[in-house]
């Protein structure tokens, strides 16, 4: 069974920075595309970054390009993702996802759908 663990999260000004991390269990992370999404109370959950299989392949929303960083280590079976300069509207509970069948050919990184599993998500403050 697959289990995906978010930590790093936590009450930041705006400006500020950390690095989320998600840890998985019960499956070799390497085998997945895995993406972060994040929910903002009253919003829909939104795509925020994504990274292929072998860490070559990665994509971003446009709120974000320049500013968060994803990565990944399969050998620690863990995915991260860096955010910097952050905003008050970046305030969210941040989610990463597990894809079986998003390749860098076939699917959409930022569709929510084609993500198989999740975590139970982090909570990121930035107080302005």
């Known amino acids: 069974q697959v289990q995906l663990v978010e930590s790093g999260g936590g009450l930041v000004q705006a400006g500020g920075s950390l690095r989320l991390s998600c840890a998985a269990s019960g499956v070799t992370l390497g085998s997945y595309h895995m993406g972060w999404f994040r929910q903002a109370p009253g919003k829909e959950r939104e795509f925020v970054a994504a990274i292929s299989r072998s860490g070559s392949t990665t994509y971003y929303a446009d709120s974000v390009k320049g500013r968060f960083t994803i990565d990944r280590d399969n050998a620690k079976n863990m995915v991260f993702l860096q955010v910097n300069s952050l905003k008050p509207e970046g305030t969210a509970i941040y989610y990463c996802?597990?894809?079986?069948?998003?390749?860098?050919?076939?699917?959409?990184?930022?569709?929510?759908?084609?993500?198989?599993?999740w975590g139970q998500g982090t909570q990121v403050t930035v107080s302005s």
């Open positions: 996802a597990a894809s079986v069948s998003i390749t860098t050919v076939r699917g959409s990184p930022r569709a929510r759908a084609q993500y198989d599993y």
